[in-house]
């Protein structure tokens, strides 16, 4: 009995699979798929600089850009067509008079383009790209329609003496 199991062992050994040995993980951490979309984007901005079809300068030791477009129809254009985003799945919403396009790829990882900006007052839209709040890449827009128009001031004084 003892030789039987004996030989069933040796011969199972010798048909059956090694161990799975632990492998490494080829998925990236959601950080890492970030960063490598911010390159994807950049290295799409820079062919379009190189092509000469966006105005766009790129600021030298932060990941920050600049562009001007004609209207905010063509940011939304130049927004979809970045590389990464199905427009499909972007997502838009109104606060007051703020205008929000949102597409989140990952869980923590999401690119914007809103119509306001607080902090700096000289750009009309903004396209950001954050990972976990940090904003890993910026697109500051000059609207070419926003600066042509000028202000309508009523002068209620004015108006009554007419």
């Known amino acids: 009995m003892g030789i039987l199991r004996n030989i069933a062992t040796a011969v199972g050994k010798w048909f059956s699979r090694p161990p799975d040995k632990p492998r490494k993980s080829s998925r990236k951490a959601p950080a890492d798929l970030s960063r490598q979309w911010v390159e994807d984007i950049e290295s799409h901005l820079g062919m379009l600089k190189e092509k000469g079809n966006i105005h766009l300068n790129r ?68 396209i950001s790209l954050s990972h976990a709040g940090e904003i890993l890449l910026r697109i500051s827009i000059h609207l070419e329609t926003r600066k042509q128009s000028q202000p309508i001031i009523y002068d209620a004084d004015t108006q009554n003496q007419q």
């Open 59 to 126: 600021h030298n030791t932060r990941q920050e850009w600049e562009c001007t477009l004609p209207s905010m129809l063509d940011a939304y254009l130049f927004y979809i067509s970045l590389p990464g985003i199905i427009p499909e799945k972007v997502e838009a919403w109104c606060s007051a008079d703020d205008l929000f396009y949102t597409y989140r790829r990952l869980a923590e990882s999401s690119i914007t383009l809103t119509d306001r900006v607080t902090a700096v007052k000289d750009y009309d839209a903004v």
